[in-house]
């Protein structure tokens, strides 16, 4: 492509055109000479490149050949040409030796090399040279058969069409198999990743349509509600008829359990909205443990405004309640109820090591059926009823197998519940209003039935941890128990896990089925055929044909993308699936899931049992119920979802980098089928990584509205919202430990020699001031070059003579003999401190103002703070000296500093608002992050009673000793707060005075320690 | 406190003193951009002097600057931009102040990140991109709190003059890295002068 590049290109072509050598011996040098030469433009050259390029070239265009080239279009032109003679002839005279009977292997093939590739743009060039193919070095659509790339730049895939031309885009590798294979192979496996991927994402026509006729024929049968169940999706299938048993409890809870039987509307929420003790989220969350109050709350409202409670324009707590109440957010903060109930078994104990080879693990997994046991009770309520029915109430057998008619539905049916679930509580209403007596006991025993279910889970649990050491907790009926070592005991492990399904349903009534094999997948797969209520052995001699039949979707980690794509390349089993390589595996679905495949469908499976894998995102999602009037709801809502979700990040212990938020938009104006349920919809996502890992809510929340802001959707519209937190990094490690000693670890080593040092230079400063008068001249005027007080060691100074000791005073402005007096003081504090203290008042000066505040700044911390308490309030500055004195102690002590919770209950707006705002913040923030705060909040207007005088005085005192407190480490923060300041008071009164009355006061101390003001 | 690791962050400050200066002289364009080149620092873009003798000053210079700060002898470290009439323009000054009686609790953990937020707000800071004539002239002057003892003859006297009124200061950036404390702030001549 490059002229460099095309520079052996051009020694063939020399030596063809001028006739007298047959084959390119040129020398590098020769080819230079050369290749000058024909730049020059040699006339008989271009003759002869006319003769060559005829055939490819359009006439009209060769009437530029002969003059000087007038644009860039006809020099390419002839450029092209002039490398196809060279190329064409390198071709001719390479593969002069190679038998010409056979046809060439890329004969016909004409590829364009784009970018950086290996081989080498210009051994690809050698091959197709010698296999008879050609090799453009500028593209053309109608010249170039194949692209040949390794890596595409990302602007080049989304505009493919427009890059390639339609063309095939293939890897190097291509060439290489074809040469090797001495024949043309199909370049459709070696097509670009990049854009293999992107071919088989694109949603083909014929997809929708089957979506469509699908969807259509569903319908009818199924109930509308096909895209309604997407929560259930996300669940484990294979549990599907457990949940619908779950499901349904919750169900009956909701239309029995409260007194509103008589609304049963509010019943349909039965995905989201279960107001059931089951649902009780776990006890990480300890702040939102089940509040029967709360519970109650809601189906209440429901009783009151008939549906309307449940979405999130009316209910102020909506995530609140939405989290606490969804049965899947309890399964999936499950695992960490489970972590504080068995702590020790479920931590990935180091002890547990994977055994020596030569040793055999045995897995077994057992899967209870909740479901069984809810399944069974719920016969016991059907015979309650009718034993109910039969004794004491006279009702129609009609309506009783109405009933039982549709339960079972319900229960079979559960994908498509909503419709099937109306219609029964329509069936259970008109029952209801008879029936009380039924209704009244159905809804205790459900009750119990609850109860009950909490307490399944533990007793499982029970029953694996008394067989069984390392036991794995997958889900709450779920669990993987390796007896890889008490196969000493156990001769058989079929004997024990039958021994555990016995006892499993012994204990809690439900049937278990168990797989047992050689590693947690295989044990998987055998529980997969051991349901319902059996087991199944698979001894690892079985495993290769058990696997060789199995669809590769059962695999985990295979979902339907996935899926979709193998099924793309044939591959439908897992047999199949072996036969692919590990390279195009990891080729087609990434390093890590490629490995995983090749691993999984030759049954391999290397984790252990103990391990819990560390979650990956942290998130939130709410679909149900999501209706928003405004924006002002949708950022109500939006903070809510971050705290809830900064309360999760902080129940893992992690912080995250990438925030992505998510919005379902409806697709139609009709309300979905289930009631506030989402419906059909669009789901848009927009996400931002920030540099640091974070769990503040604040954060979160100025995030998540950037996000949304992105979003530009009609908040009407959105059906769904869900943020989660990627990127994870554990909150502990969040410090890293390396970085902490670089600078400081080398200036502590002076520490210790500090004394030694201070009196150095005090001596050296007195004998400078003995000798040196002129010195001493310049020194005043700057004082830039005096050692600060606090480096002078009092003890030197007091044994100074007098007269020099005056003179040093004079030198430091009089400042000198408090610093001594003080020293001494401090001296004797150290022994006896209430002493000193008593003690100290008298030699103190009166007023804080008396005192240097350099002076201040450089002693310790403690004995700053007595000294401050010590002293009268620093006042001299302020115009109100009537008005209620501050108080003497250092507001900004402690963490949050003192003057927050002084505030707090103040009378006065203006301080309590910034007392709240800065108790929002996190802790130890800075003053210009509680001010930058309070210019967000544009509502809040400060209370203009410009008679204020005690919150101006207090705000003042504040400012001032922040001022003390960073005049010398951070200029920067009391630059940023003063600006801020400003630009505060332009909203009160009151700021503009503050402000006028501590900007000379900054200026001052800006002035005594930089020696300049600062400017605002 | 073993020698090694002494020596390595010591090198570490003078990285990031060599770095923070030749930002400051990139930023303001005294010189050609390009005369200077990119380089990464704690993963960000930060430049270097391309001209070997340019490079040498500003290395050799904080190069001896840095034992004194270590002995807290050092106050300020000013890059100082003057006129021809040697009469200051713009004084970029480094005030460090060592606490090194403090001990080093906390606040010292993000000494990493401190510094890159500091190159950072630097080059991102505002009255430093305001544009400069290429005819100015500049040094990086040391202000010591008291001389130091050994006096061999490696320093020479300051080319830059004095204001005669204190100067008006606009802060860029201050870092806490404990137990060192470093400020840079801008020092203009006021308005009136």
Redesign the interface.
Same mark, same amino acid.
């Given at each position: 492509m490059s002229l460099d590049s095309s520079h052996p290109t051009k020694s063939g072509s020399n030596s063809k055109r001028s006739f007298n050598l047959t084959n390119s011996n040129n020398t590098g040098r020769n080819n230079n000479n050369k290749r000058k030469r024909k730049k020059e433009g040699d006339s008989g050259q271009q003759t002869l490149g006319m003769a060559w390029g005829s055939n490819s070239r359009s006439s009209s265009r060769s009437s530029f050949r002969s003059a000087p080239f007038t644009d860039v279009g006809s020099y390419m032109a002839v450029k092209n040409r002039k490398l196809h003679e060279q190329f064409d002839a390198q071709a001719s005279s390479s593969s002069h030796g190679g038998s010409g009977s056979k046809k060439p292997v890329f004969y016909g093939v004409s590829i364009f090399v784009d970018g950086y590739t290996v081989p080498s743009t210009q051994e690809l060039r050698g091959y197709m040279l010698k296999h008879g193919g050609r090799f453009e070095n500028y593209f053309s659509r109608q010249r170039v058969t194949h692209i040949i790339c390794s890596n595409l730049p990302g602007s080049k895939v989304k505009n493919l069409r427009s890059f390639s031309r339609g063309l095939p885009v293939v890897k190097p590798t291509w060439i290489l198999d074809c040469i090797a294979a001495d024949k043309l192979l199909s370049w459709v496996p070696y097509q670009l990743e990049q854009i293999a991927s992107e071919a088989n994402n694109q949603p083909k026509l014929s997809t929708f349509l089957g979506l469509k006729s699908n969807m259509v024929s569903n319908d009818p049968a199924n109930g509308p509600s096909t895209s309604d169940n997407n929560i259930s999706e996300v669940s484990n299938s294979a549990e599907g008829v457990k949940q619908a048993n779950q499901e349904f409890d919750f169900h009956m809870h909701d239309s029995f359990d409260e007194e509103k039987v008589t609304e049963p509307t509010c019943s349909n929420n039965h995905e989201n909205e279960v107001p059931d003790s089951p649902c009780e989220p776990s006890a990480s969350e300890g702040s939102r443990c089940s509040d029967v109050q709360n519970i109650t709350e809601s189906p209440s409202v429901v009783s009151d405004s008939s549906k309307r409670g449940h979405s999130t324009s009316l209910d102020p707590n909506f995530v609140e309640t939405y989290f606490k109440n969804s049965r899947l957010h309890f399964i999936g903060t499950w695992r960490n109820r489970y972590r504080k109930r068995f702590p020790t078994s479920s931590r990935p104990s180091t002890s547990i090591t994977p055994s020596s080879s030569s040793h055999r693990n045995t897995i077994i997994h057992i899967d209870m059926v909740i479901a069984t046991f809810l399944y069974s009770h719920f016969l016991k309520i059907v015979s309650l009823y009718q034993l109910l029915s039969k004794t004491a109430l006279n009702y129609g057998t009609n309506q009783l197998l109405f009933v039982i008619l549709i339960i079972h539905v319900a229960l079979l049916k559960f994908h498509q519940p909503t419709t099937l679930l109306e219609t029964m509580e329509l069936g259970l209403e008109s029952l209801l209003e008879t029936q009380k007596h039924f209704v009244l006991t159905l809804s205790s025993f459900l009750t119990t039935l609850k109860l009950m279910k909490r307490h399944v889970a533990d007793k499982f649990y029970g029953v694996l941890h008394k067989h069984c050491k390392k036991v794995q907790a997958m889900s709450c009926d779920e669990a993987i128990l390796d007896i890889t070592d008490l196969e000493m005991e156990v001769n058989d492990p079929e004997i024990l896990a039958s021994l555990i399904r016995k006892e499993i349903s012994d204990t809690t009534g439900c049937t278990a089925s168990a797989g047992i094999a050689g590693n947690i997948l295989m044990a998987r797969l055998a529980t997969r055929s051991a349901k319902p209520n059996g087991q199944c052995y698979l001894p690892p001699e079985k495993v290769n044909d058990f696997l060789k039949e199995l669809p590769v979707k059962v695999l985990p980690g295979i979902g339907r993308a996935l899926d979709e794509k193998l099924k793309g390349r044939n591959i439908k089993t897992c047999g199949d699936l072996r036969m692919v390589s590990k390279e195009t595996l990891q080729r087609d679905c990434g390093q890590k899931t490629g490995d995983t495949l090749w691993n999984y469908c030759r049954g391999i499976d290397n984790r252990l049992v103990g391990m819990i894998q560390e979650s990956k995102s942290v998130g939130a999602d709410v679909n149900w119920g999501v209706r928003f009037k405004d924006l002002k709801d949708t950022q109500n809502f939006l903070m809510s979802l971050c705290k809830e979700v900064s309360l999760r990040l902080h129940g893992c212990g992690v912080r995250g980098r990438t925030f992505t938020l998510k919005v379902k938009k409806r697709k139609t104006d009709e309300e979905p089928v289930k009631y506030m349920g989402c419906g059909d919809c669009d789901n848009f996502s927009h996400s931002m990584t920030v540099p640091m890992a974070t769990d503040d809510v604040d954060v979160l929340q100025r995030i998540t509205k950037q996000l949304f802001s992105h979003f530009h959707i009609d908040v009407k519209d959105i059906r769904g919202v869900g943020l989660q937190v990627t990127k994870l990094e554990s909150a502990d490690t969040f410090i890293q430990g390396n970085e902490r000693s670089s600078i400081r670890s080398w200036l502590v080593p002076t520490s210790s020699s500090k004394d030694k040092k201070s009196v150095q230079i005090t001596k050296k400063v007195t004998k400078k001031l003995q000798n040196d008068d002129h010195l001493h001249q310049t020194r005043s005027n700057s004082t830039i070059d005096i050692p600060p007080m606090s480096e002078l060691d009092s003890d030197v100074l007091e044994n100074l003579p007098p007269d020099i000791l005056s003179e040093i005073n004079h030198f430091y402005g009089g400042k000198l003999n408090t610093f001594i007096s003080k020293h001494k003081s401090e001296i004797t504090n150290l022994p006896q401190n209430i002493q000193g203290k008593s003690q100290n008042t008298e030699t103190m000066p009166t007023s804080l103002s008396q005192i240097d505040d350099t002076v201040l700044q450089q002693l310790p911390e403690e004995l700053r703070n007595d000294i401050i308490h010590l002293l009268p309030p620093h006042r001299n500055h302020q115009p109100q000296p009537s008005s209620p004195g501050p108080p003497t102690s250092q507001l900004w002590v402690g963490d949050p500093p003192q003057w927050v919770g002084k505030f707090r209950s103040s009378h006065i707006q203006i301080l309590r608002v910034f007392s709240e705002t800065y108790s929002g913040l996190k802790s130890n923030s800075n003053l210009s992050s509680l001010l930058l705060k309070s210019i967000s909040f544009s509502e809040l207007i400060i209370s203009d009673d410009d008679d204020d005088d005690e919150g101006i005085s207090w705000l003042c005192e504040i400012l001032k000793q922040y001022i003390d407190l960073k005049i010398d480490s951070d200029l920067e923060e009391l630059h940023t707060c003063f600006r801020l300041l400003k630009r505060l008071s332009g909203k009160s009164k009151a700021l503009v005075q503050v402000y006028n009355l501590t900007l000379p006061h900054l200026q001052m101390s800006v002035g005594e320690k930089y020696g300049g003001s600062l400017h605002i | 406190?073993d020698r090694k690791?002494?020596q390595?962050?010591?090198r570490?400050?003078v990285e990031f003193l060599q770095i923070a200066i030749t930002s400051i002289i990139f930023l303001k364009g005294i010189y050609p951009p390009g005369a200077f080149e990119r380089r990464r620092f704690m993963n960000l873009l930060v430049h270097k002097a391309r001209h070997p003798q340019l490079n040498r000053y500003i290395h050799n210079a904080v190069n001896a600057l840095v034992p004194y700060i270590?002995?807290?002898l050092v &106050?300020?470290i000013a890059v100082i931009f003057f006129k021809d009439d040697r009469i200051p323009v713009e004084r970029f000054i480094f005030?460090i102040?060592?606490n090194?009686?403090?001990s080093?609790d906390d606040g010292?953990?993000?000494?990493?990140?401190d510094?890159r937020s500091f190159l950072m707000k630097l080059s991102l800071s505002e009255p430093i991109s305001a544009v400069v004539s290429q005819d100015w002239k500049w040094e990086i002057t040391g202000?010591? #709190? #008291?001389?130091p003892e050994s006096e061999d003859g490696v320093w020479i006297s300051s080319n830059a003059q004095?204001w005669t009124q204190?100067?008006?200061?606009?802060?860029?950036?201050?870092m806490?890295?404990?137990?060192? #404390?470093l400020?840079l702030?801008l &020092?203009?001549p006021?308005p009136n002068h």
């Open positions: - | 406190m690791e002494n390595y962050s010591q570490e400050l270590q002995q807290g &106050e300020r005030k102040n060592a090194v009686n403090q080093c010292g953990e993000n000494a990493m990140m510094m202000y010591f #709190s #008291s001389v004095q204190p100067p008006l200061i606009t802060p860029i950036k201050s806490n890295i404990q137990p060192l #404390s400020q702030y &020092e203009h006021p």
